[in-house]
């Protein structure tokens, strides 16, 4: 089975901020990995594809990379609608996703 | 715009049958365009993929779940089923139904989910 980490596990900003999530496979998965938004009570929602790739209609302040083991996932300017929990998920075998990174407001 | 839909019992007790049918719209299921997937989401275990159904009624489960698990297809009432035998309160969860997307631009991803359904083990 191939394991997801990331981190941190939670994080406090404030809108505007620059804010950087990392994602660990726990074996080579090139770059089979996608990246989820989800809010309290809703499903989630996908926001980029294939590492690097952004979902049509997603802002562009979001941005996606990485390949092999490591990825991260950047949101370049936190608006108050960014204010959720993400996810990243690989494709390479099987299906498995993330603990989750929750973003709060500082 | 395709669109999914859960629906089924939110109470199940404990050694029965969990059942939950989505129903699809704005997609035809036998089409071969998606993947038709569960998924569900635990505060113990997080994101957990399920299982698809595949054009043709193929299957695929996760293998932690094969044995308890069964997803079928009714092309006529354009929804799918998902039935999980022998549940415990560890099956507690809220479960997705979610399209899963391949094609040649690479990608390879859930991107249309339901809204969820509650589903508590309990007697």
């Known amino acids: 089975d191939i394991q997801m980490t990331q981190s941190p596990s939670s994080l406090s900003a404030s809108v505007g901020d620059r804010v950087t999530i990392t994602c660990q496979a726990s074996?080579?998965?090139?770059?089979?990995l996608n990246w989820y938004q989800q809010k309290p009570g809703k499903a989630p929602k996908l926001l980029i594809y294939?590492?690097?790739n952004l979902e049509t209609g997603v802002p562009s302040r979001f941005s996606g990379s990485g390949s092999g083991t490591d990825f991260s996932f950047t949101i370049s300017s936190l608006q108050p609608e960014d204010f959720a929990t993400y996810y990243c998920?690989?494709?390479?075998?099987?299906?498995?996703f993330g603990p989750g990174t929750k973003v709060d407001i500082k | 715009q395709v669109q999914l839909q859960e629906s089924g019992p939110g109470l199940v007790k404990p050694s029965q049958t969990l059942s939950l049918a989505c129903t699809v719209s704005?997609?035809?299921?036998?089409?071969?365009?998606?993947?038709w997937n569960w998924i569900r989401q635990s505060p113990g275990k997080g994101l957990e993929w399920i299982g698809y159904?595949?054009?043709?009624?193929?299957?695929f489960y996760n293998p932690s779940l094969k044995n308890r698990i069964s997803i079928s297809v009714d092309t006529s009432g354009n929804h799918f089923s998902l039935m999980l035998i022998s549940v415990t309160a560890a099956d507690t969860a809220v479960y997705y139904c979610?399209?899963?997307?391949?094609?040649?631009?690479?990608?390879?991803?859930?991107?249309?989910w339901g809204q969820g359904t509650m589903v508590i083990v309990s007697s």
């Open positions: 074996q080579d998965i090139r770059n089979y």
């Open positions: 998920q690989q494709y390479n075998n099987l299906f498995t």
């Open positions: 294939d590492a690097s």
């Open positions: 979610a399209s899963r997307r391949v094609d040649s631009s690479g990608i390879d991803a859930f991107d249309i």
């Open positions: 704005g997609a035809s299921i036998s089409s071969g365009d998606y993947y």
């Open positions: 159904l595949y054009y043709g009624g193929n299957t």
